[in-house]
């Protein structure tokens, strides 16, 4: 099994939340996990934090299919490909649900030629807007709602993750 890398970014979540989730990130990762939390501003009584993570392909899916689940949490998790696998993105928001997408060397997103053909087909009966369907291919209302947490609290660094346009 190839070896990649990844992060994992906590947009927000409870005070309460936060050792659970180093629990559970270093039980995926094989390692006690510490993460160092700072002040959401975006959100009231909540947390960020990101972590660095390097393990086999596939850990970026157990880390977004552990958080997703836990309420008020938001999150993403990025894996870089691999010669053996593509890289993916997971978002996450309580509002939306999880979002996964294939992406490219250079952070872009891949859409598969039948998802496309889906989203032409539900423009054509009536059913969802291209415009719609294809900004729901790209993340794009997981993006916009993310936006506010993904700046760090005041005097941070700001690390900007993919945003599509």
Same mark, same amino acid.
């Given at each position: 099994?190839? +070896?990649?890398? =990844? ?6 979540? &409870? ?20 993460? +160092?939390?700072? /002040? ?7 947390? $960020? ?8 392909? =596939? ?12 309420? *008020?949490?938001? #999150?993403?998790? %990025?894996?870089?490909? %691999? ?9 996450? +928001? &309580? *509002?939306?649900?999880? #979002?996964?997408? %294939? +992406? ?18 539900? !423009?054509?009966?009536? $059913? ?14 997981? !993006?916009?709602?993310?936006?506010? #947490? $993904?700046? /760090? ?13």
């Amino acid at each position: 099994m190839s +070896t990649t890398r =990844g992060v994992l970014y906590v947009h927000s979540t &409870p005070s309460a939340v936060c050792p659970h989730i180093e629990w559970a990130v270093g039980g995926i990762l094989g390692a006690p996990t510490k993460m +160092t939390w700072a /002040a959401q501003s975006a959100e009231r009584n909540s947390y $960020r934090t990101e972590l660095s993570w390097t393990g086999p392909s =596939g850990t970026g899916a157990k880390l977004a299919s552990k958080l997703k689940g836990w309420g *008020r949490i938001r #999150f993403e998790v %990025t894996e870089e490909p %691999t010669a053996a696998s593509e890289g993916m993105r997971w978002s996450y +928001t &309580p *509002r939306l649900g999880i #979002f996964h997408a %294939t +992406t490219g060397i250079h952070g872009d997103i891949l859409v598969p030629e039948e998802r496309l053909k889906a989203a032409i087909a539900n !423009d054509a009966v009536g $059913r969802t807007p291209l415009s719609q369907g294809l900004a729901e291919l790209l993340g794009t209302p997981w !993006d916009e709602e993310l936006e506010t #947490f $993904r700046y /760090a609290g005041e005097g941070a660094p700001v690390r900007w993750l993919h945003n599509v346009v």
